[in-house]
């Protein structure tokens, strides 16, 4: 007689596989199989740990590298322009070493942005539970993984324990329906979904997304929907593992080799959703119209597709998301009713983890090529990796950026987040359009207004020196 | 860590939505390597104007909410980074709690390892909690005990916080120290999971 098995989805599944203990109340204690450090949340949860006289329980499942307040110009050094980020990296490097946590340092060809170079060293493998002190941790979850940011706290907590407390989420399945046409991307679709369903749809829930298009998508493209799972509210993206996958995976340093391969794989392919399983929640999008996106306001909620308009807050019904609207218009000096395609950029930036991987280089590349920048955008390139980088180099895509007037930068989160910091930062005031996922007040400067998009939207935008629909740009040229 | 079991005080209302941590703890506002000397840094962006000088305008910086313990806030506050100090600066400021319809995932388990209390409540309900709000009577009592929020004008509202997380509250204990209680489970864990799944370490 066969057991009944109950019909599981792929995050039930690797949640069930990590539980440690039920302390009851929906609390459970949860088996963290990878960790990964950077310099800033890190060089807190080592100096914490030091200073308690705590050991590091399992080293050899812990990394680190650094990419946070790392400088990006060519010829840096362990110095930053964010005040204080000195001792951030100082600390860190001091205090990593002696633990014999594997360290990727800024001389390391493997170094870069942790959401980058964690797929891209088979370090974050199907079926693990995976976090890092940075929210965007989340991007890993597109190898199939069960992977979300923590605090410097939480992060010692792992460090001591190898676990973390956890109560487990709803599931969610995101059905992204029909294949994107030539010029949209990953980036548009999570940012469809995200104005679609707001910065808080995905609140209280794992993410898995799903459909016709994300099997399309490269694991590039998959990393960068998992990515903003975050700014849509999710506690985790996820997207089950398939022969992209495995053949992504394949041969990548700290991926299995050999039969330890062959009996991973096999246990790999169980962990897709089963058929019949059940999410708590349903949601779906269509791809197949979808327009190339840009962000409008300070959420990337506030985000349509270039064939719209900008909407009116007026006919927002819930008094505080009104408010938020018109106070977001305000600060980009943005009109309502007139569409954001012809708008004017001072700025253009391709990096970040949502979107610094070798396939977004090659799109923004393909549009830039033979073509210069606007001599009015100040246009920078930072790949997410240092392997990025070389493999662009290799191809000849730095003398497209260059060619075209773009600054071709070192590896790290850059202009995504140190103008936040005191940091490298845009000039105040001016209109970035960017290839990240943060539209914040101040991202990416003093009052500078940031509007995001994918890369060859940027690339695109930087060209005609204001904001335009890649997909017509690209015809006319 | 302080416990909280009832703490009654000044609550400002900052009903926006989506308070992101860029906006709690903007980073230029001297992120050291510690955990704690970040009052200064709350809101900063929102608090001071170019000159430097207080916002008059910013609610915090108003005589009626001056000394504030709780900040009733809209929908998705915390959401973005997941900086740890944006909620030491809400609890080096004197926030010991945060009210809103929702919170970001990340903000909620750090709020929980600092004692902070983050309170879910329906968006109606946060409504009503900030239109009774007054510079005359701005005073709420939060009550993890009894879990409940007792508003200015005396209305009860109940709110849930998980069984393990209150308890740490409640008694203010460190999580790390509690975990490792558990030492003996974690190393029967890693035996049998390395057995089923020996890539996972190194085997």
């Not at chain 1, 930068?409 to 202009?415: A, V």
């Not at chain 1, 990416?444 to 017509?472: C, E, K, M, N, Y």
């Not at chain 2, 009626?64 to 809400?90: I, M, Q, T």
């Amino acid at each position: 007689m066969s057991p009944i098995v109950r019909s599981r989805t792929l995050f039930d599944k690797i949640w069930d596989n990590h539980i440690v203990a039920d302390l009851g109340d929906g609390a459970f204690l949860m088996h963290i199989d990878r960790h990964f450090l950077n310099e800033v949340s890190g060089a807190v949860s080592l100096k914490e740990l030091d200073r308690r006289e705590r050991r590091v329980r399992n080293p050899e499942l812990t990394f680190g590298t650094v990419d946070h307040v790392l400088e990006t110009t060519p010829g840096r050094g362990m110095t930053t322009r964010m005040p204080g980020g000195d001792d951030f990296l100082s600390e860190f490097v001091k205090r990593i070493v002696p633990h014999k946590i594997s360290f990727f340092d800024i001389n390391d060809p493997r170094q870069g942005i942790v959401h980058v170079i964690a797929p891209e060293l088979g370090i974050a493998l199907p079926g693990m539970t995976f976090i890092s002190g940075d929210s965007h941790t989340c991007t890993v979850g597109a190898v199939g993984a069960f992977a979300f940011g923590v605090g410097s706290s939480d992060s010692e907590h792992a460090l001591v324990t190898q676990t973390l407390v956890q109560t487990k989420p709803k599931t969610m399945r995101v059905n992204l329906n029909g294949v994107a046409m030539k010029g949209v991307y990953a980036k548009d679709v999570i940012l469809a979904l995200i104005g679609k369903y707001g910065a808080a749809g995905g609140t209280g829930y794992a993410v898995e997304f799903a459909g016709e298009a994300v099997r399309t998508f490269s694991m590039a493209g998959r990393l960068t929907l998992c990515n903003m799972a975050v700014e849509f509210g999710g506690r985790a993206g996820m997207v089950a593992p398939d022969d992209v996958t495995f053949s992504y995976l394949e041969g990548r340093e700290f991926s299995p080799k050999g039969q330890a391969w062959r009996n991973a794989l096999a246990f790999w392919r169980t962990l897709p959703s089963d058929p019949e399983a059940k999410f708590d929640l349903d949601i779906s999008l269509e791809c197949a119209s979808l327009a190339p996106q840009v962000t409008w306001g300070t959420s990337p909620e506030h985000v349509i597709g270039v064939d719209e308009v900008v909407p009116d807050p007026a006919r927002t019904m819930n008094v505080v998301s009104r408010a938020s609207q018109e106070r977001a218009l305000a600060y980009g000096g943005i009109q309502p009713g007139k569409p954001l395609v012809g708008l004017e950029v001072t700025g253009a930036f391709i990096g970040s983890c949502t979107n610094s991987r070798i396939d977004d280089l090659r799109a923004a590349a393909e549009v830039l090529r033979g073509q210069k920048v606007s001599s009015s955008v100040l246009s920078i390139c930072v790949p997410g990796s240092t392997a990025v980088k070389r493999q662009a180099e290799m191809e000849g895509l730095d003398r497209i950026f260059l060619d075209a007037g773009f600054q071709w930068r070192e590896s790290g989160c850059s202009l995504c987040m140190s103008g936040a910091t005191g940091g490298e930062s845009f000039a105040a005031n001016s209109r970035v359009i960017a290839s990240t996922n943060r539209n914040f007040e101040d991202r990416q400067g003093p009052h500078v207004r940031s509007h995001l998009a994918s890369p060859a939207t940027v690339a695109a935008s930087a060209i005609a020196g204001r904001i335009v629909d890649v997909r017509t740009f690209a015809r006319a040229q | 860590m302080i416990p909280f079991v009832t703490v009654e005080g000044i609550a400002a209302p900052l009903l926006q939505a989506n308070i992101d941590t860029d906006q709690i703890t903007p980073g230029h506002t001297g992120m050291k390597v510690q955990k704690s000397g970040f009052a200064a840094g709350l809101f900063f962006n929102w608090r001071y104007l170019a000159d430097g000088s207080a916002n008059p305008s910013f609610v915090l910086n108003q005589p009626a909410y001056r000394g504030a313990c709780f900040v009733v806030a809209g929908a998705n506050f915390g959401c973005g980074s997941s900086r740890e100090f944006a909620v030491w600066a809400l609890r080096d400021f004197g926030i010991r709690a945060v009210l809103a319809p929702s919170f970001g995932a990340i903000f909620t388990a750090n709020c929980y390892t600092n004692g902070l209390l983050p309170v879910t409540l329906p968006e109606p309900d946060i409504a009503a909690i900030a239109a009774a709000i007054t510079p005359e009577n701005p005073k709420l009592s939060v009550s993890l005990q009894d879990s409940v929020v007792v508003s200015p004008d005396a209305r009860v509202y109940p709110f849930r916080v998980p069984a393990l997380q209150r308890e740490r509250l409640l008694e203010g204990l460190d999580p790390i120290d509690h975990t490792r209680k558990r030492e003996s489970l974690i190393a029967a864990f890693q035996e049998k999971d390395a057995a089923l799944h020996p890539w996972v370490y190194w085997r």
